[in-house]
Structure formats: structure tokens, C-alpha cells
């Protein structure tokens, strides 16, 4: 079972706990959405867009506030709590003022008749299914453009961040979104299936593990339920020449670190070209040192506490046997002796590419160097691996960033940048990663009935 509970991550103690739902209370949510469907369905967009630019408002408004909670729920540091709650209100406002645009008709060729079109039109209840380490920004990206499709949604966040996610529905109510279009549940990741059975929840979005994707897809493909899936990385970020390798390591070294390495995007594996990785090596050594752990309110804090303990344990254990496997640590990769989860962050080098850690993702604060012959060998290396979420490409030559990039079995590529999204380009991944699209006009039309209409004179 789900225990839904605010657990400081900085000190580790539990502070708040919110009771799960029955399984005999599911359908009443149900119930309650798909009758707010049906009335917000033909509620005109310009009142949709109004209620979204007032919730952005009211984001803007509380930052302060919804940045404290989920520092303890998940020990998210200030600054970059702040920075999602920016882009939060920034998502609200892009989805309500370009939703009239993506959303028109899609005028087609008559062929044959009088006239050819396609309707997008909201197709009903969907679940969201979301993760902890953007507590805000993963039900904005998946929740705000479906809002202004028309659908309604009953949101399960994940257990460890009860607070932020009623905060969140919250907000909306306050904003005049009307009640039971959106719903925050407290419920067991045991029971979704109760949800999507019923035949009036039509879809599904998740975001996390590659093993929880499986386990909805299943089911909802035993159901006929459409879903978009958001899953895991082992996102390459491939260094091929550099002016300034000092700069470019520790830039990396900070993405890598930002939000405890906890994110699907992060550069996970720095693979770097022959002749400057002796260099980028020992750069990225200093910059993780330097690196100061310590609470997530701390003004001078550079990493704040990984989730919870078990992530904790995770991590470590997944170094030790990387370490035990050939790999060399550098330095950190332990956790530090004080109150909450937090650990000193890790540089690791000399990783097998076939090795458990050289495969799969590793969620939490470790940065991990390949050394490539050469550019040939860089982009193979880049390329060996099941995932295929974001990648980037850092050199001085754009035109050759570029085009090796393209060359990357990615959803995502960015030259000289990483670990970068926003409601204006497409977000998602390939292979592993999932599949489906969130922001821009993907998310308009991820759950959407494309409904033809054929005019015969």
C-alpha cells in the first residue's frame, strides 16, 4: 500500500501523513469528473484560458510558499524550486494563449467532397500517474493543456509529496476552475487499475519508472486506454572540443548535480573526446568538490538532500557495485553523517558500457565520464544504450555540433545546453524513454479525438 506522507527530506523525519483512498471511494471520483467533463467540455476557451491565467497568477504569487513544500517533501533546493514554479505559471499562460490556435480545425484537401476537415475534441476523464522530482512542473506540463482541450483529470502524484499536489488542485479551484475537473487522489499505485477500467477514463499519462510504465501500459492496453509514457535516461552529453574545458566541466558537472542528479534528463554519461579528457576529468573533480551539500533553505546550498532514504540506499549501493565492477571513484558516493538523505557527490570514470551502471539510469548525484577515441567513437558510445530520452553535443563549432546531433538516437537533442524544457518545443523520448509528446502542440492534441468531418455538396 501507498503511504502518503510528508517526510523532510532534510531531516527525516515525518511531519505530515495523508490517508489513501479505498478502493470503494474510486468510482465516485469518477463519477465527479466525468460530469465536470461534460459541462467543461462546452465551456468556451476564452473562459479556460482565463481560469489558466489566473491560476498562473496565483503560481506567481505563492512561489515562495510552494517552494518550502516540496523542499521538505523532496528536498528540492530554493533556488531551483523557484525556477519550477516560474515555469509553471509559464506553462499556464503559453497552453491558454496559443490553445485557440492549435486547437482550430485542421482544414484538409476536399478530395471529393465539399469540404475536408479534422476537429480535435477532448475525449474525457484521464488519469495522471506522476513522480516526485518535479512535483509541480510534471502535473503542469501533462494537467494545463488537457485543461484547455476540455478533459478533466484525477491526478495521482507519487506518495512522498502529498502536500504540493493538493496544493496544486488548490490553486486551480482558486482560479474558477469548476469543481471535479481536476482532482488530486491519494491513490494506491495497487488500485489505478480500478481506474482505468471504467470506459469513461479514456487515457493516461506517466511520468517514471521504466517498470511502473509497464505495469499501466498493460493495463491499459487491456482496457484500449490511449497514454503518452515518460520514462527513464541515460541521456549522453558528448564533449568534442572546447576552448574553455574548465567552463564546459563544470557547467555539466552542475547540471548533472542540479536537483541531486535526480532528474530523467540529466546528463547522465559524459562522454569525452581523447584529447581533452585528462582535463574535463579533473575539472569535474574540483567542481563536485566544491560543491556545497546542505539543506534545501540554505542561502549558500549547492545540492540539497537526494528523496528519501531508500533512494538514498539505492544510489549508494548502485556505486559500490559499479566500483566492484572495475569502475573508479574519484570522490563522494557516500552518505554523510547528519540528519535527512544526503550524500557527497560522486565523480566515477572507467565505466563498463555493458555494466549494470554503464546500462541503466542511475537517479541521484553521480557524475559519470566515458573517454572516446575520438568523435567516431563518441557518437557510438553515445548511441549504446536502450534509452533514448535527451542528448546534447558541446563544441565550438555549431555546424558540427549539429550534425553530429542528428545523429543521435534521441527524443531531444540540444547543442551546447542540456536538461533544458519548456511549454513552446516538444518534450519525450524513444526506446526505453516511453513515447508520446508533452508541450507545444503535441500536448493540445496528445488526447484529443482527431475527428473527421467530410462535407458532401
Known sequence: MSKFAVTNANTGEVEEEFASVTKEEIPGYIDRAHEAHLSWKETPLHERATILRKFADLVDANADEMTDIIGREMGKVKKQGLGEVDKVARTARWMADNAATHLAPTHLAAAGAASSYVRHQPLGVLLGIMPWNFPYNQIARFVLPNLMVGNAIIMKQASICPKSSQYFEDLLTEAGLPKGVYQN???????????????????????????????????????????????????????LDSKDVPAVAKKLVGLRLANAGQVCTSPKRMIVVDDLYDEFLAEAVKAAEATKVSTFDDPDVGMGPVSSEGALDEIVAMIDKAVSDGATLHTGGKKLDRPGWFMSPAVISDIDPKSDLGCNE???????????????????????????????????????????????????????????????????????????????????QAFTNEHLIRVHA
Not at 517498470?211 to 552529453?237: H, Q, T, W
Not at 549504446?384 to 542528428?406: H, N, P, Q
Open 362 to 444: 542511475l537517479f541521484g548525484p553521480a557524475v559519470m565520464i566515458y573517454r572516446a577515441k575520438d568523435e567516431e567513437d563518441a557518437l557510438r558510445l553515445a548511441n549504446d544504450t536502450e534509452y533514448g530520452l535527451m542528448s546534447s553535443v558541446w563544441t565550438d563549432d555549431l555546424e558540427k555540433g549539429e550534425e553530429f546531433g542528428a545523429k543521435i538516437n534521441a527524443g531531444m537533442t540540444l547543442i551546447n545546453g542540456h536538461m533544458e524544457s519548456g511549454p513552446e518545443y516538444p518534450f519525450g523520448g524513444i526506446n526505453r524513454s516511453g513515447y508520446g509528446r508533452e508541450n507545444a502542440q503535441w500536448a493540445f
Open 185 to 239: 487522489i491519494y491513490l494506491d499505485s495497487s488500485h489505478a487499475e480500478e481506474v482505468l477500467k471504467d470506459f469513461r477514463v479514456k487515457g493516461f499519462s506517466l511520468t517514471g519508472s521504466e517498470g511502473a510504465g509497464a505495469s499501466v501500459a498493460s493495463i491499459a492496453a487491456k482496457y484500449y486506454k490511449r497514454a503518452v509514457l515518460e520514462l527513464g535516461g541515460n541521456d549522453p552529453a558528448v564533449v
